[in-house]
């Protein structure tokens, strides 16, 4: 591949969306006729062409199932054309054709990305250019229902057949329509979606996997918010409106889910239930919308995906790039976030999730840290160190932050933990600080921009923001403080400059004889070879110094990987000589030193 080669297939590739166009023209304007249909026929030269000239692209790609997509219904079309079939000649060219070629244009597009000039191509990379709020709510106001239920199943019929009819049971106080996908399924799921009255029914030939398969049926959507779902879950009375309260309640929202029996990233609700009757039940009697339960996010797990439809026709849906669906739910929540939307988790909702069927053959390869990798080489940034939420989160003392109205976040990398620490003080004592962030690494900039509008590049702790709106009630420092250069007099000193009288401070200081700290030393990383190391004693003197005073202290045990337990028990063998008690008394001990200490200072200042 070379620019000359992306640039050719890119004019390729339009030639194919003008034919697209003209042939809706034609159909817009009711002067469609048989002559016409020569269009096809070019149009298969054309995707040949295209497939031949992806073919040994090194990147993961899908070229060749889109392409036999639409080779099936091309076929489809001229048969329907012939045979003056109207109805069903419009409905797979809408939903079918015309939504696979653009399908087929974001798939390309990212294989040659690299010899292109974005700029110059703003309809394949949407991420070219800002996105128009007031174009997205204007397109919402056209829109022809309220919300647009989009369906992906693959097999595990009776499954699916649980999950649509929760839809149909629960979704009554709504304006929606239904949008099922079947994404090449073979065990009957076309025969039960065509059997569903009023629903707009998408068939694949052949499989497109989960990404592809959403983004078919979002095309299709034609609410003002669509609402994607898979097959393995179960959804439950007021899921849907109360999703609409929290979306329509600030304009600036642009993505709510709600939380799930079983899923990760803190979105998981626990209903004891003993049968899905017990359960809708229970959900009932839960799903009050709250919006004391409604926490913004830095990422959401879309156990729905609930969006304005344009914005994500603007944003491109989901990214054709993660291969196997992978951490493209963090993308797509980057993406809007990024976009200058709140991402907002509705903890006043609960669904059930069955876990993972719509995912399952993937996830028997290696599709995990595939999509980890996509999505770091994409952002620079690692999906789960930087935009998940602190493990420390759950260990901190938030039991004295009732008069808190502003924070200070120092170093926090994405945010996510930081903007947790928001949502507990308005839940607990109806209280939405203010958050200001510093950062010392410009990575995160664009991310912490998009939670906060007072965001500070800083060199290091020397220099804190003399800019901020008024003194500060928390200040929580998410780096450890002995990753710093600056020292402990310093950084206490200009602290204590911009915390109001009775503020709180919380940071964290790794332990300088955990696992993890000796096998660095002992295989000379970098990452810690300006690192200082802090005794409890010398903290406590160096904050009492500048007015703090200790109210608690925790020491963490983040989550261990499986070489660090594989050093504590080589160390442990080693160091007794295989001797199994002593060895397991070494190991308790070594597990024991392993983590981070956190504390949390009260201001004193006068």
């Avoid at 065990?187 to 078919?216: Q, R, W």
């Avoid at 909702?349 to 069927?357: D, K, N, Q």
């Amino acid at each position: 591949m070379n620019n000359y080669t992306a640039t050719q297939i890119l004019e390729t590739l339009q030639s194919g969306h003008e034919a697209i166009c003209y042939l809706e023209d034609c159909i817009h304007r009711g002067e469609l006729n048989l002559s016409d249909i020569i269009i096809f026929d070019n149009m298969v030269e054309l995707l040949y062409a295209l497939e031949n000239a992806t073919s040994n692209v090194s990147v993961p790609n899908r070229v060749k199932e889109i392409k036999a997509n639409i080779m099936f219904y091309i076929e489809h079309l001229k048969q329907n054309a012939i045979n003056e079939n109207v109805e069903a000649f419009l409905y797979d060219f809408r939903f079918h054709v015309r939504s696979l070629f653009r399908i087929l244009e974001f798939e390309i597009a990212y294989i040659v990305e690299d010899f292109v000039d974005k700029q110059d191509y703003p309809r394949l990379y949407p991420e070219v250019g800002i996105v128009n709020h007031g174009d997205i709510a204007a397109l919402g106001e056209k829109a022809g229902c309220k919300v647009s239920v989009v369906l992906v199943a693959y097999n595990n019929l009776n499954y699916t057949r649980d999950c649509v009819e929760s839809i149909l049971m629960n979704t009554d106080n709504v304006e929606f329509e239904l949008i099922l996908v079947d994404n090449g399924s073979t065990d009957g799921t076309k025969e039960y979606f065509d059997s569903i009255p009023g629903a707009k029914v998408i068939h694949l030939k052949y499989n497109l996997h989960v990404v592809k398969g959403f983004n078919i049926g979002l095309m299709a959507a034609e609410g003002k918010y669509s609402a994607a779902v898979c097959n393995d879950f179960i959804f439950t009375p007021n899921w849907l409106k109360n999703l609409m309260i929290c979306i329509e309640s600030d304009p600036e929202i642009g993505y709510v889910s709600p939380g799930a029996t079983f899923i990760s990233n803190m979105q998981q609700i626990s209903i004891p239930f003993s049968s899905k009757e017990d359960f809708q039940e229970k959900a009932r009697e839960y799903n009050v919308s709250d919006p004391t339960k409604w926490e913004e996010r830095v990422v959401l797990l879309p156990n729905v995906l609930c969006c304005p439809t344009a914005l994500l026709d603007r944003i491109g849906y989901y990214d054709t790039r993660f291969f196997r669906g992978e951490f493209s739910d963090d993308d797509i929540s980057f993406k809007i976030r990024r976009a200058g939307y709140k991402l907002v988790y509705c903890a006043d909702t609960v669904t059930h999730h069955y876990g993972s069927l719509t995912t399952a053959s993937d996830h028997q390869t290696n599709s995990l840290e595939e999509g980890r990798q996509t999505f770091i080489d994409k952002y620079g940034l690692d999906a789960w160190l930087d935009a998940r939420m602190s493990a420390a989160y759950m260990r901190l003392d938030f039991s004295h932050l009732s008069s808190v109205k502003s924070i200070l976040g120092v170093d926090v990398k994405c945010g996510a933990t930081l903007l947790q620490i928001k949502n507990h003080i308005w839940s607990t004592y109806g209280i939405k600080p203010q958050l200001s962030i510093c950062t010392t690494e410009q990575k995160y900039e664009a991310d912490v921009s998009s939670i906060s509008e007072n965001v500070f590049l800083l060199d290091n702790l020397r220099y804190l923001p003399e800019e901020l709106d008024g003194k500060i009630d928390l200040v929580y420092i998410e780096k450890p403080l002995d990753c710093y250069s600056d020292d402990l007099d310093t950084i206490f000193r200009n602290l204590s400059k911009i915390m109001n009288t009775n503020g709180k401070l919380i940071f964290m200081v790794n332990n300088s004889i955990s696992i993890e700290a000796l096998y660095e030393m002992l295989n000379s990383s970098n990452s810690i070879h300006n690192r200082k190391i802090y005794i409890r004693d010398m903290l406590y003197l160096q904050a009492r110094t500048h007015g703090f005073e200790p109210t608690s202290f925790i020491n963490i045990a983040p989550e261990r990987s499986s070489e660090s337990n594989q050093v504590v028990e080589d160390l442990a063998k080693f160091l007794t000589g295989g001797r199994e008690l002593e060895s397991k008394y070494l190991e308790s001990l070594l597990h024991s030193t392993f983590g981070i200490y956190q504390m949390e200072y009260q201001a004193t200042l006068q």
